[in-house]
T-cell receptor, first 111, second 112 residues
Framework: KNEVEQSPQNLTAQEGEFITINCSYSVGISALHWLQQHPGGGIVSLFM???GKKKHGRLIATINIQEKHSSLHITASHPRDSAVYIC?????????????FGKGTKLSVIP | DAGVIQSPRHEVTEMGQEVTLRCKPI?????LFWYRQTMMRGLELLIYFNNNVPIDDSGMPEDRFSAKMPNASFSTLKIQPSEPRDSAVYFC??????????FGSGTRLTVV
């Protein structure tokens, strides 16, 4: 089973700050998901990426397949970005469809 | 497309009762997943179907849990008998192979 480590577990930032959340995994993969979950809410897929970098609005996700590491960045953070961000990878490496998840990073952005 | 539809959104039941959770995946998706989320353990895979066939049920906690997918547009997760430690949020997700992963809104189960 792929082991997923996220850091930090909790993050508090002032509005406008640049945020970085990190994810490391143990088994080589074909792609990785970043997910967002608001308090009491459902889970939304933000990105799926297999190489390089993807950008959507103020969110940027990068991945280094060789180093088994990915980062999620939020530029000009806003209180509405407050949520839990979860990294997810294939359960047993490339080719498996089910996901295994990091424990999540709880982000609080203060006005 | 309405996305992945789960019902009910909330369920409160007494210990020992049978609970059935339902999921309608996105049309055209060939994989369906049931996950459970708790504060202590985060998100865990319970079972995974591909083309309506159960592929991996190693995450199902014990015989009290069972899941079915009688056709491509419907799946159920049943707990019988339910116990307080089953209290969690249960998510269904569907995808086309590994792409287009979409989660439902979840069912919050409370067993008292």
């Amino acid at each position: 089973k792929n082991e997923v480590e996220q850091s930090p577990q909790n993050l508090t930032a002032q509005e406008g700050e640049f945020i970085t959340i990190n994810c490391s995994y143990s088994v080589g993969i074909s792609a990785l998901h970043w997910l967002q979950q608001h308090p009491g809410g459902g889970i939304v897929s933000l990105f799926m990426l297999s190489s390089g970098k993807k950008k959507h609005g103020r969110l940027i996700a990068t991945i280094n397949i060789q180093e088994k590491h990915s980062s999620l960045h939020i530029t000009a953070s806003h209180p509405r970005d407050s949520a839990v961000y979860i990294c997810a990878v294939p359960y047993s490496g490339a080719g498996s469809y089910q996901l295994t998840f990091g424990k999540g990073t709880k982000l609080s952005v203060i006005p | 497309d309405a996305g992945v539809i789960q019902s009910p959104r909330h369920e409160v039941t007494e210990m020992g009762q049978e609970v059935t959770l339902r999921c309608k995946p996105i049309s055209g998706h060939n994989s369906l997943f049931w996950y459970r989320q708790t504060m202590m353990r985060g998100l865990e895979l319970l079972i995974y179907f591909n083309n309506n066939v159960p592929i991996d049920d190693s995450g199902m906690p014990e015989d009290r849990f069972s899941a079915k997918m009688p056709n491509a547009s419907f799946s159920t997760l049943k707990i019988q008998p339910s116990e307080p430690r089953d209290s969690a949020v249960y998510f269904c997700a569907s995808s086309l192979d590994f792409y287009g992963y979409t989660f439902g809104s979840g069912t919050r189960l409370t067993v008292v």
